[in-house]
């Protein structure tokens, strides 16, 4: 079993800043995908951003409406995942999830991850 925790969510305006944290504990040598995932009132999750490791190299994927604003990374020595948020809009407005998975197909697709945290809420006002 990985149990995550996000942190770090809460209420910006318009242009300001965040970064979401997810940290893992547990079996961690289950995941080598970490994804964030998101979903505003009245809609569907959707993909945010997710980044593999394997090797010592690592890969980043990033849905496009979030592309050059939102960053991914790990801290290994630290099991954690970050997202950087930055320009951020009211559309960000959202409760933001992390995932993880050992193998994975398609990043995008969150019903391939194993684990969920238990989201922390990103407001964005104008």
């Known amino acids: 079993q990985v149990q995550l925790v996000e942190s770090g969510g809460g209420l910006v305006q318009a242009g300001g800043s965040l970064r979401l944290s997810c940290a893992a504990s547990?079996?961690?040598?289950?995941?080598?995908?970490m994804g964030w995932f998101r979903q505003a009132p009245g809609k569907e999750r959707e993909f945010v951003a997710a980044i593999s490791w394997s090797n010592s190299r690592t890969f980043t994927w990033y849905a496009d409406s979030v592309k050059d604003r939102f960053t991914i990374s790990r801290d290994n020595a630290k099991i954690t995942v970050y997202l950087q948020m930055n320009s951020l809009k009211p559309d960000d407005t959202a409760v933001y999830y992390c995932a993880a998975v050992y193998t994975i197909a398609t990043v995008s697709n969150s019903d391939e991850y194993d684990y969920w945290g238990q989201g922390t809420q990103v407001t964005v006002s104008s």
């Open positions: 547990g079996r961690t040598s289950s995941r080598n995908t």
